[in-house]
């Protein structure tokens, strides 16, 4: 259930900024938080109808940013609707840290017959692949510091709390085709290929952004577990921004994995070893491992997977970007 509208605070002098409402940190929990703000110089406390407060803070948009077309500049249902259909880049801003519904964007002419094209050279969801490799080194480093301090995080939490991170960096790529339309995520939900008894599964980890590693461990080792007895909820493994299908503990170097839809992406990860490879002109020994991106060529590009994949090593390769 949506949380209460915000009550809007009282007015300030103009000479003084206007105050904003504080907005709780991220949480796991699902969350609504709507900001409440008076107008730029305005007197007394924003004017906006019920039904408006309501679907803004359905929707996750900043009434402050919304223009009143009502009597006396009140907002009203036609002002929400209104920014409701503005494109993504003009839409008033989204209070970080909040869990919001994915834009629906209808499929651009160019792309229509992108995706005609790819689908009758490649049927069904047409694939593209890309692979980097990644240096480990400072993962480990930091994850034996957290073994001898009693946490246990496995190298699969790192890469799940960075491909979220990632997602951020490079919002096109947290995509699904839906038909004639793109799905436009705002969160950034994890699935983790988890092997069982008929198959495979993909238990979600819900904003695996803003989610400490030691609670994405925790996530993670439950979710496999319940995976493994059957007995997952299906909201729990149904939607997600993409995947990751780690298969280095079974010695596997590198593969490719097929895309899970409605997703429009998933990364095929490889197991950390010992590899020769050139620093400063000289060859050397490192800990890295492969990762290698499948990309859904309808709605996401090569270039916007290269993109994807840079984000993600650099934060592997500088985990301290996790921890904050």
């Given at each position: ?5 915000v009550?809007a ?12 409402a ?6 796991s ?8 703000r008076p107008?730029e ?13 309501r ?32 494109p ?6 989204y ?8 834009d ?11 995706a ?6 490649k ?18 480093a930091?994850r ?39 799905l ?45 007895r059957?007995?997952?909820k ?26 899970n ?38 709605v996401?590009?090569?270039?916007l ?20």
């Amino acid at each position: 259930m949506p949380a209460p509208a915000v009550e809007a605070p009282k007015a300030t002098p103009a000479s003084a900024a206007p105050p904003l409402a504080k907005v709780a940190p991220r949480s796991s929990a699902p969350a609504q938080v709507v900001q409440l703000r008076p107008p730029e110089g305005g007197e007394g406390r924003l004017r906006a109808s019920p039904l408006a407060k309501r679907m803004a803070q359905q929707a996750g948009v900043d009434l402050g940013a919304v223009q009143g077309s009502g009597p006396q500049g009140r907002i009203i249902k036609r002002d929400i609707q209104a920014a409701m259909s503005e494109p993504p880049a003009r839409r008033p801003t989204y209070v970080p840290g909040v869990r919001v519904e994915p834009d629906i964007v209808p499929l651009s002419s160019m792309r229509k017959v992108i995706a005609q094209r790819m689908a009758e050279v490649k049927p069904g969801v047409p694939h593209f692949y890309l692979s980097i490799e990644v240096d480990m080194e400072a993962v480990l480093a930091i994850r034996e510091e957290a073994k001898a301090a009693g946490l246990k995080v496995s190298v699969n939490d790192f890469i799940v709390k960075a491909a979220g991170l990632a997602l951020h960096k490079v919002p096109k790529v947290n995509v699904s085709l839906q038909g004639d339309r793109i799905l436009q995520f705002h969160t950034a939900d994890v699935g983790i290929a988890v092997a069982i008894e008929d198959g495979l599964i993909t238990p979600i980890i819900r904003d695996a952004d803003g989610k400490a590693l030691s609670v994405i461990a925790s996530e993670s080792k439950e979710l496999a577990e319940r995976a493994r007895r059957k007995a997952l909820k299906p909201e729990e493994y149904t939607g997600g921004s993409l995947t990751v299908s780690n298969l280095g503990m079974y010695g596997v170097d590198s593969f490719i994995a097929v895309i899970n839809p409605p997703q429009a992406s998933i990364l095929a990860v490889g197991a950390v070893g010992d590899r020769v490879v050139a620093r400063n002109g000289q060859p050397v020994v490192r800990k890295t491992m492969s990762v290698t991106f499948s990309g859904d060529h309808r709605v996401v590009d090569g270039a916007l997977g290269a993109q994807y994949l840079q984000e993600l090593k650099a934060l592997l390769e500088h985990p301290v970007l996790l921890l904050l």
